[in-house]
């Protein structure tokens, strides 16, 4: 493999994002150790910058460290994302709340917008259901950012990371994306009659029911 060209700012945020997209792809499988000599020897850099990307992958929680073992790429047990789905119904049920309350028409048109580019993305076949969880993130990351809350968001988006280590397993349990788009229409008709309290739980909803499909 030829080295990459990698951009002027730390090569090892870098190196981070490069490994960090791996992970998510599975590429890099749960459970998988990583081969330092290998990687280094195919980005065309030293270890240094490496074991830097990979301090930061294991404070997000992507990569396991062990002793005298080396690292891993993270396995998320039943108990892992039950606790991760918990924090993130609690979380986004908030933004919800605020956005139903808050959000400007336009806002609310933008959510909707979305939404309807998630129907027509949800369609058979691989390159679909990957389009699928692209504009369901962006979804979910534009509904935090219209609440406006960087606390908030900052905590979403660690946890978020962790979620998509088990990502692939929630959406293929047969019929999951057409119950995930149901919760999605039952949560724009929250917020567009904008009743706070129901676009709370319409997310809690959602976020309950993509527990029980992910494990």
């Known amino acids: 493999m030829a080295a990459l060209s990698l951009s002027p700012r730390a090569l090892y945020e870098d190196v ?10 599975r590429e890099l499988a749960p459970g998988s150790w990583i081969d330092e000599l290998k ?3 195919a980005y065309g850099i030293s270890r240094t ?10 404070a997000e929680g992507l ?5 005298r073992r080396g690292a ?7 108990r892992d994302l039950a606790d991760v789905y918990h924090l993130l119904g609690l979380l986004e049920a908030d933004a919800a709340g605020v956005v139903a309350t808050a959000a400007t028409d336009s806002q609310i048109e933008e959510l909707q917008t979305l939404h309807h ?5 949800a369609k058979p076949g691989l390159e679909s259901r990957e389009r699928f969880f692209e504009i369901n993130e962006r979804f979910h990351m534009r509904l ?3 609440a406006n809350n960087r606390w908030r968001d900052q905590m979403v988006a660690d946890l978020r990371k962790v979620m998509k280590l088990n990502r692939h397993n929630s959406l293929l349990k047969s019929g999951r994306i057409e119950e995930s788009l149901h919760e999605h229409r039952a949560l724009m008709a929250a917020i567009a009659r904008r009743d706070a309290a129901l676009a709370m739980q319409r997310m809690q909803e959602h976020f309950k029911n993509g527990l029980e499909a992910a494990i």
């Not at 981070?16 to 791996?22: D, P, S, V």
């Not at 830097?52 to 294991?58: C, G, H, M, S, Y």
């Not at 891993?72 to 039943?78: D, F, I, K, N």
């Not at 580019?117 to 993305?121: C, M, N, S, V």
């Open 117 to 121: 580019e998630l129907e027509a993305a």
């Open 63 to 67: 990569v396991t460290m062990k002793v």
């Open 144 to 146: 935090l950012e219209i």
């Open 39 to 41: 990687i280094a020897e």
């Open 16 to 25: 981070a994002e490069l490994l960090r997209q791996r992970i998510f792809s």
């Open 49 to 58: 910058p490496l074991r830097e990307a990979l301090k930061v992958l294991a």
């Open 72 to 78: 891993y790429v993270t396995e998320v047990s039943e």
